[in-house]
């Protein structure tokens, strides 16, 4: 059975910091290709960023290169999205999602809100 289960969420002011955390729960777990995605209220749900588990390779949008990072702890199967320097337009609610491929994700969490005040 696979579950995903995101948490760390919350309301922070902007310039601040948040580390979002995935409880991952799948077999071959090292197979997966694992990712983070938002979606704001009103507008399409958003790549955020995704991690090769097997390699650690991370890659990222523009929209928040710089400013988060993907990574895993593979004795907890968790994986972690830190954010840093926060704005207003990060508000939305995360979701971490696996799949076997790049751009395929057949397993998502239900997600954690993160809203950004000004």
């Known amino acids: 059975q696979v579950e995903l289960v995101e948490s760390g969420g919350g309301l922070v002011q902007a310039g601040e910091s948040v580390r979002l955390s995935c409880a991952v729960s799948?077999?071959?777990?090292?197979?997966?290709?694992l990712a983070w995605f938002r979606q704001a209220p009103g507008k399409d749900r958003e790549f955020v960023g995704h991690?090769?588990?097997?390699?650690?390779?991370?890659f990222y949008p523009d929209s928040v290169k710089g400013r988060f990072t993907i990574f895993g702890d593979r004795a907890k199967s968790r994986l972690y999205l830190q954010m840093d320097s926060l704005k207003p337009e990060d508000t939305a609610v995360y979701y971490c999602?696996?799949?076997?491929?790049?751009?395929?994700?057949?397993?998502w969490g239900q997600g954690t809100q993160v809203t950004v005040s000004s």
């Open positions: 999602a696996a799949g076997n491929m790049i751009g395929s994700y057949d397993f």
């Open positions: 991690i090769i588990w097997s390699v650690g390779q991370t």
């Open positions: 799948i077999r071959a777990f090292n197979s997966y290709v």
